[in-house]
């Protein structure tokens, strides 16, 4: 088994979005669930991610630190892939809500966070390998992963630190995985 880890290295690579054309990709951190009005939506894209086509994704999970000390409940977000081979980061709202979403997706009611506190997401490995399997998938690809919402009460919502924050507290991508079998050689058997 494999494990890789890639962290959001970039101002651009995550942010947020809200109706009707609210987009944020270079604020200190970034938001997802229900404010007392907008429905925030979040996306983190994660470069170079070296998964060889054909493995098996054994685990995988994005690990958010707390910006914000925040309780509010409840916070019911949808996480999704982009599917796509090699992600771009969106650059506006009608780019982020025109993105394709895996058909895997993994729904994530977090607890209260306490500011400088880590906090892991539940487990996406269905939303990586979707993405690996695609026909375009090289290893090295980027890959994107949002928080969708879905169904937060009002003023239920979570505030993670992004790169523009702190870099070394972006969001951080673990993946545990099996690369495919090694083809060649071999000694044949008689």
Known sequence: ????????????DDGYAYAPSTFNNNAAGVYFGKGATAVYNTFMRFLSVAIPKGSTINSAKITFEAALSLSGTTVIVRLVGNDIDDAVAPTNYTEITNLDFTTAVVE???AAWTSGTTYDSPDIA???????????????NDL???LIHYGSST?????????????????LLTVDFTPPPSVGGFWPFF
């Open 1 to 12: 088994m494999t494990t890789i880890t890639v962290r959001v290295a970039a101002g651009g």
């Open 108 to 110: 994530w009611s977090p």
């Open 126 to 140: 269905d939303i990586i390998q979707e993405i690996i399997d695609r026909a375009g998938w090289v290893s090295g």
């Open 144 to 146: 994107q992963v949002l």
């Open 155 to 171: 003023n239920a919502y979570r505030y993670a630190t992004s790169y523009d924050g702190t870099p070394a507290d972006a969001p």
